[in-house]
């Protein structure tokens, strides 16, 4: 194994962010021109979330811009050298973004969440063309007082989109006296093309209130399948133990029919995680080699140390005739990584390597020693085992990665979000070569 750390100096980062302005036209390059690393904002903090690279070679990115009270929908979209083509601000004035998707209409449908009123959280989708100009928009949730709270959106065959994420459970929220009160459920809410609520067969909403064990749940994503079921990939608390009094949470998955309804589920409880390991799912993908899926996160212990986790799963579904409590072979890999002199590295997104030797990539957040973090990346072959390690950042500020792709030829993006002096922060794009070196 290779491991290898970039740590940007805090003397290069007072020249390096010299270049800072207000003016939200400008973007923020590094003096050093063998390397690519691109700065993005203007007035306020701006952070990297997520982002799209189009076959043309161009780049959506999207994060939030706060400025003083306000925080807006940061939309971004850059040639393959990071110049920019287009930027805007979208939505209201509290959201925070969650997902961007393309669409089949050669657009983008954006999830966010945003604080409907003080004890409300509803999601908000926007479908938005090429160039970040909205196209139509809607958003949904359940009632006063409960919240809804959104993991990610997937675009489907026939242009609709399904929405999943957790949901305020109407009777724990209720009764807060009730100790054995469900304190949230998985929701996989389901719109047209035109962003209308699809219902199922009891005229409810699609999936609405159907999900969900005696504990708390959240959906993280929803995979659509050929045959136009799906699969979910969520968390549980339910039988991680018998007395699980610090809520811990496990992987939790399931197969959708069409109809929004679930069918048989399961979980997974890595060694050593009853009572003691809290899994919190990040980011999953479903693999374009070697079917199957891609998870990453945390797992945090009971004495509050974080371990990267990632796990690799075959098509999460089993003969009907095993019993509900049957061993699971679903789980191909299950690793964590916890970096010497770190204390402990969070997965943040989960990528594909498809160019030369096949992978995975996972972008992270490496908490260090100062009780700063850093953006850090891994790269892992098919046997989950590590080829690389590399970590982006200051030891003054605190640094996040957003997303990571793999490029058509074979280098990386991460994007990510950096704090170049207290309280200022800035998106930024950082292209890697194939071995995770900063090099153009």
Do not use: H
């Not at 489907?156 to 109407?170: C, K, P, Q, S, Y």
């Not at 390991?277 to 999953?284: G, K, L, P, R, V």
Request: hydrophobic residues 35%; charged residues 20%.
């Amino acid at each position: 194994m290779r491991n290898f750390r970039i740590i940007i100096s805090l003397a290069s980062l007072t020249s390096l962010f010299a270049l800072v302005t207000c003016d939200m036209a400008n973007d923020f390059e590094t003096p050093y021109e063998n390397y690519f690393i691109k700065y993005y904002g203007g007035d306020g903090k701006q952070t990297g979330v997520d982002m799209v690279v189009n076959t043309d070679g161009t780049i959506v990115m999207v994060g939030n811009s706060e400025v003083g009270i306000s925080k807006r929908i940061f939309f971004i979209r850059v040639d393959p050298k990071g110049n920019i083509i287009t930027q805007k601000l979208l939505g209201g004035t509290n959201e925070n973004v969650k997902d961007i998707e393309p669409t089949s209409d050669g657009g983008f449908v954006i999830l966010s969440e945003f604080q409907k009123s003080a004890t409300n959280v509803d999601f908000k989708l926007i479908k938005v063309s090429l160039n970040g100009d909205e196209i139509n928009s809607i958003e949904y949730g359940s009632p006063e007082p409960f919240g809804d709270f959104p993991s990610s959106v997937t675009p489907l065959a026939n242009g609709g989109f399904v929405v999943a994420g957790r949901t305020e459970d109407i009777v724990a929220k209720g009764d807060p006296n009730n100790t054995e009160a469900d304190p949230g459920d998985i929701f996989l809410y389901k719109f047209s093309d035109q962003l209308l609520p699809i219902p199922n067969s009891n005229d409810n909403s699609w999936g609405e209130g159907t999900q969900g064990l005696a504990k708390q749940d959240g959906a993280v994503k929803y995979f659509e399948k050929l045959d136009g079921t799906g699969y979910c990939v969520a968390y549980t608390s339910e039988n991680v133990a018998a007395n699980n009094s610090t809520n811990s949470k496990v992987l939790f998955y399931f197969k959708v029919p069409d109809d929004g309804f679930p069918a048989p589920i399961a979980n997974y409880s890595p060694p050593g995680s009853l009572n003691s390991f809290n899994t919190e799912i990040a980011s999953a993908i479903e693999l374009p080699f070697n079917e199957g899926y891609a998870i990453t996160g945390r797992t945090i212990t009971g004495v509050g140390s974080q371990e990267l986790f990632f796990c690799k799963m075959a098509n999460m579904w089993w003969p009907n005739n095993e019993p509900a409590n049957a061993p699971r072979r679903e789980v191909e890999i299950y690793t964590k990584i916890s970096p010497e002199g770190s204390q402990g590295v969070a997965g943040i997104s989960v990528g594909a390597v498809q160019v030369g030797p096949r992978g995975y990539l996972i972008a992270g957040n490496d908490l260090r020693q100062s009780g700063t973090t850093n953006i850090w990346l891994t790269k892992l072959d098919l046997l989950g085992e590590v080829k690389w390690s590399a970590s982006f950042g200051s030891d003054s500020g605190n640094d996040a990665a957003g997303a990571v792709a793999e490029l058509p030829d074979g280098r990386i993006l991460v994007l990510g979000t950096m704090e170049l002096e207290a309280n200022l922060t800035r998106m930024v794009l950082i292209k890697l070569n194939a071995s995770g070196k900063l090099l153009k």
